[in-house]
């Protein structure tokens, strides 16, 4: 692993007992936004890239949808799975994702590129996961990231732009679909 992706762990391992407190409110208006724009799926296999203490599965609030958790860091993953035993909870690179082709019916990967060493990877593993003409959220920091270039890298990769909008906050968001 490298330097940096191990610092990026040992952050998020040391502080997973307080992200909540310190990040639940942001993160729940994120995703209200978000699913104010596109509509949740009913049924099927959501997909959380990087999903943390599964803030997003604490906003969906359904035992009736299959959700992962995917995430490097071990201690967030087990802040997730003490509030939600339905979650699956799996501890993995983004860049190197342990999951078939084509079995998300929605991949969410948010507030996650800023950490990673190469966003472009991360994206082609969701677009190997996510099934066709089903939705991939991204959002990523508005001082970090320009909309456009992202766009652009989401586009190469194959996915065609749906929808792209600056949420309230801090982030742009982009939403893709694999053809
Ligand atoms: C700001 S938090 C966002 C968590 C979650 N998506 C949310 O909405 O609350 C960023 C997350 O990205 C994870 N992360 C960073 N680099 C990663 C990588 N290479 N693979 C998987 N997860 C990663 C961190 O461990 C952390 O849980």
């Not at 959380?48 to 992962?68: E, P, R």
Request: with cysteine; charged share 30%; proline share 2%.
């Amino acid at each position: 692993m490298s330097n940096k992706k191990y610092d990026v762990r040992h952050k998020y391992d040391s502080t997973a007992d307080r992200y909540d407190t310190r990040y639940s409110d942001i993160q729940m208006q994120k995703y209200f936004e978000i699913f104010s724009e596109i509509k949740l799926v009913k049924s099927g296999t959501i997909i959380d890239v990087g999903g943390g203490t599964g803030l997003f599965l604490d906003y969906l609030q359904s035992k009736k949808l299959t959700t992962v958790i995917t995430d490097i860091s071990v201690e967030m993953l087990k802040e997730g799975r003490k509030k939600n035993p339905h979650g699956f909870f799996v501890c993995a690179d983004s860049e190197y994702l342990p999951l078939r082709k084509n079995i998300g019916d929605l991949i969410t990967c948010i507030s996650v590129i800023q950490n990673l060493e190469n966003p472009q990877k991360t994206l082609e593993e969701c677009y190997f996961i996510i099934k066709k003409d089903k939705h991939f959220v991204l959002t990523a920091l508005k001082k970090l990231f320009d909309l456009e270039k992202l766009c652009k890298i989401v586009e190469k990769i194959g996915f065609n732009i749906i929808k792209t909008w600056l949420l309230s906050l801090e982030d742009i968001t982009i939403i893709a679909g694999k053809e």
